[in-house]
């Protein structure tokens, strides 16, 4: 398994940005899928985005599409999650998870897909 550490939270105003990334120590990185999860005040932890081990797919959710980009660098074994056009509902914290199987989670948004979580960094978006 990988251990994973999530950094680059922070607070930021409504339209501003953020970079996430999460950093990988364990096995071997490029044999992972990794997806981008968030747990909101109101919500239960829900599906952001996912890239597969060679970055040639990504899937996002919707709310996610056109403002929020993943990239791995398996070179450096970190993955990324670039936050743009930021709303105050955006705030959460996110987690960075990985899968050994990256078809299905590339196919689905089920926390279940993954098999090893980050502790997760916090978002605050302010009005």
């Known amino acids: 398994q990988v251990q994973l550490v999530a950094s680059g939270g922070g607070q930021v105003h409504t339209g501003g940005s953020l970079n996430v990334s999460c950093a990988a120590s364990g096995r071997a990185f490029n044999q992972y899928a990794m997806g981008w999860f968030r747990r909101t005040p109101r919500k239960e932890r829900e599906f952001v985005g996912a890239i597969e081990w060679s970055s040639a797919n990504t899937r996002y959710a919707n709310f996610a599409e056109g403002r929020f980009t993943i990239s791995r660098d398996n070179s450096k074994n970190e993955v990324y999650l670039q936050l743009d056009s930021l709303k105050p509902e955006d705030t959460a914290v996110y987690y960075c998870?990985?899968?050994?199987?990256?078809?299905?989670?590339?196919?689905?948004?089920?926390?279940?897909?993954?098999?090893?979580w980050g502790q997760g960094t916090q978002v605050t978006v302010t009005s």
């Open positions: 998870a990985a899968s050994t199987r990256s078809d299905y989670a590339l196919r689905t948004t089920a926390a279940g897909a993954y098999d090893c």
